[in-house]
């Protein structure tokens, strides 16, 4: 069926550190979506990336969608980070699939 | 420009009590999305609205959800009557068209005792 898992479920960072989250998806996708969703609950769009790379700031993510996954990298990370990773895709006839999220922790 | 606002940011009520929650989307998007979100879990779709038409509610429990878009702007989503397992943020979320990228509101937490 269709599926979309995310890893790690869980991650503490060192405040500065770098990390990469890893969305794998069980088939072809139209769409490919990641947002933070802060402690308050707002799900704040990072980016819109079906297929390719592209940057924002400390931010950036790839997707290679021939082989069905995609990354999100952050670097030097800051409190302000944490939260939960939300990473949602669009399969051919299909509403947009969340993952079960990575919940980051940075502390300082 | 201003995102997707929703009302209220939290309501508490009684079960059997009816709740309704409302969502003005980002101007100019044809689209908008209702979403449940559980504790622990990402959002999942109740149903998505092409302008005032209601498409894609497969998920939206119809005995006691309901959920309407008039002239295609906000939308109302109404719960009636309340039960216990209807605690849950619910999400209101809009995009240019089906398949653009999507923007979500702040949701509206309820709790229902």
């Known amino acids: 069926g269709i599926q979309v898992e995310q890893s790690p479920p869980d991650l503490i960072l060192q405040e500065g550190a770098n990390s990469t989250l890893r969305c794998n998806f069980s088939?072809?996708?139209?769409?490919l979506q990641w947002f933070h969703q802060n402690p308050w609950g707002q799900l704040i769009n990072l980016f819109y990336?079906?297929?390719g790379t592209k940057q924002n700031g400390r931010l950036s993510a790839t997707t290679v969608a021939t082989e069905r996954y995609s990354l999100l990298y952050i670097s030097s990370s800051q409190t302000t980070d944490s939260g939960v990773y939300f990473c949602?895709?669009?399969?051919?006839?299909?509403?947009?699939?969340f993952g079960k999220g990575t919940r980051l922790s940075v502390i300082a | 420009e201003a995102g997707v606002v929703q009302s209220p940011r939290y309501k508490i009520i009684e079960k059997k009590q009816p709740v309704a929650f409302w969502c003005n989307p980002i101007?100019?998007?044809?689209?908008l999305y209702w979403y449940l979100q559980n504790l622990g879990q990402g959002p999942e779709l109740l149903i998505r609205?092409?302008?005032?038409?209601?498409?894609?509610d497969s998920q939206l429990p119809k005995d006691r959800f309901s959920a309407e878009r008039l002239k295609g702007v906000d939308s109302t989503l109404k719960i009636q009557p309340a039960e216990l397992g209807d605690s849950a943020v619910y999400l209101c979320?809009?995009?240019?068209?089906?398949?653009?990228?999507?923007?979500f509101g702040p949701g509206t937490r309820l709790t229902v005792t």
């Open positions: 979320a809009s995009s240019l068209y089906r398949g653009y990228e999507q923007y």
């Open positions: 088939d072809s996708v139209n769409n």
């Open positions: 990336i079906p297929s």
């Open positions: 949602a895709v669009t399969f051919p006839g299909t509403p947009l699939v």
């Open positions: 101007s100019g998007h044809n689209t």
């Open positions: 609205y092409e302008n005032e038409e209601a498409v894609d």
